[in-house]
């Protein structure tokens, strides 16, 4: 079975400095990777995926995440956070509709930007 | 285009009530994900409904339930409330992109119910 794991459940950066957000998953089949954010009182809204192809995966808000098949990883990354970054990050996994699947999320890391 | 839409946007219910929150997908996306997102534990996967059936189905009690109507919108049904059912309950819609059928795509959320159990 598929999951997701957030290893960090909290991240304080400072303003303008790099911040990368990991995610590892298990899985015995192909999958897609998502990362979402949700900001204070909203939904989430999609960040990037990985479908296939390049393994370097580019976002919205500059943002940023590598597929690394050997580590079953998905770290989101970026390269200079600003205060409007502050939110709740998830990482999903999703192994695709032929197997009548669904999207698991991890359990979200919360991004606290510091001036 | 309008996003997903989920009403009402906050209730609070007594422990024992019953309770229906509303979902309505993006025009043209046929698949439905609820989720619950309680303090603390994340999101939790509920339902999920395409095509008008129930495809799968999370580790919940089955008082937790749902539907999904011919026009795609769908509704979470929890009867016998108890106080850790107090959460934001999130709908996403979702639609595949490419010419091949199994290919996924993105979930696209909705702003999310908070119901809260007294």
């Known amino acids: 079975a598929q999951s997701v794991t957030q290893l960090d459940s909290q991240v304080p950066v400072f303003e303008e400095a790099p911040v990368e957000l990991r995610c590892n998953y298990s899985?015995?089949?192909?999958?897609?990777l998502f990362w979402y954010v949700q900001y204070p009182n909203q939904g989430l809204q999609l960040l990037l995926k990985y479908l296939s192809g390049s393994t370097l995966v580019k976002g919205i808000n500059g943002f940023e995440a590598e597929f690394n098949k050997s580590q079953t990883s998905f770290h989101l990354r970026k390269p200079s956070v600003h205060i409007s970054d502050t939110a709740e990050y998830f990482c999903?996994?999703?192994?695709?509709?032929?197997?009548?699947?669904?999207?698991?999320f991890g359990s979200g890391t919360r991004l606290s930007i510091r001036p | 285009e309008a996003g997903v839409t989920q009403s009402p946007t906050h209730l609070i219910k007594t422990r024992g009530q019953q309770v229906t929150l509303r979902c309505s997908p993006i025009s043209g996306h046929t698949s439905v994900y609820w989720y619950q997102q309680a303090l603390g534990l994340g999101l939790q996967f509920l339902l999920w409904y395409d095509e008008g059936e129930e495809r799968n189905r999370g580790n919940f009690p089955p008082r937790f339930s749902g539907r999904q109507f011919p026009n795609y919108s769908s509704e979470l049904n929890v009867n016998a409330l108890e106080l850790e059912d107090s959460a934001l309950y999130l709908c996403?819609?979702?639609?595949?992109?490419?010419?091949?059928?199994?290919?996924?795509?993105?979930?696209?959320f909705g702003q999310g119910t908070r119901l809260t159990v007294v």
């Open positions: 996403a819609s979702y639609r595949e992109t490419g010419h091949l059928r199994w290919v996924n795509t993105e979930a696209f």
């Open positions: 899985s015995s089949v192909s999958v897609y």
């Open positions: 999903a996994v999703s192994e695709g509709r032929s197997s009548a699947s669904k999207i698991i």
